[in-house]
């Protein structure tokens, strides 16, 4: 004769919504360190193409170029003759390289000015910013 157990098993079931609730913690936390590692210091420009090693660079100072010749010193709106003073403050307090991010349409000679300008401010290594293609 069998004996019925007053008390009856239960299965254990795995609760998926815990388990959910975590998963989107993690990609909320995981894009929000990607972001937080990228270059914000630069204005988007349409950039040239070509194959670049990675910056090695701890504070770079970004000179950007847009299409227009606007120049821009790390979102700051700079003019040609206001460059050097603006740039020298930044180079002396940090020993920084100079990023050059110019707009693959924008005129060659600002460029050059431009760099040449941040030259006499005191910048002795520039990068080149390019889009990288495979």
């Given at each position: 004769?069998?004996?019925?157990?007053?008390?009856?098993?239960?299965?254990?079931?795995?609760?998926?919504?815990?388990?959910?609730?975590?998963?989107?913690?993690?990609?909320?936390?995981?894009?929000?360190?990607?972001?937080?590692m990228q270059n914000?210091?630069?204005?988007?420009?349409?950039?040239?193409e070509g194959h670049?090693?990675?910056?090695?660079?701890?504070?770079?100072?970004?000179?950007?170029?847009?299409?227009?010749?606007?120049?821009?010193?790390?979102?700051?709106?700079?003019?040609?003759?206001?460059?050097?003073?603006?740039?020298?403050?930044?180079?002396?307090?940090?020993?920084?390289?100079?990023?050059?991010?110019?707009?693959?349409?924008?005129?060659?000679?600002?460029?050059?000015?431009?760099?040449?300008?941040?030259?006499?401010?005191?910048?002795?290594?520039?990068?080149?910013?390019?889009?990288?293609?495979d």
């Open positions: 004769m069998k004996i019925k157990r007053s008390r009856s098993t239960r299965k254990g079931r795995i609760e998926i919504i815990p388990m959910i609730d975590v998963m989107f913690f993690l990609l909320a936390t995981f894009m929000l360190a990607s972001l937080s914000l210091h630069s204005l988007p420009v349409n950039l040239p670049a090693d990675p910056m090695k660079s701890k504070t770079p100072v970004t000179l950007t170029i847009t299409k227009e010749s606007e120049l821009f010193l790390d979102k700051r709106h700079v003019t040609l003759e206001s460059l050097a003073a603006t740039l020298k403050p930044l180079l002396e307090s940090n020993q920084a390289s100079v990023i050059v991010s110019a707009d693959s349409a924008a005129p060659n000679g600002i460029t050059v000015q431009a760099m040449l300008k941040a030259r006499q401010a005191g910048a002795q290594h520039f990068l080149i910013a390019v889009k990288h293609v």
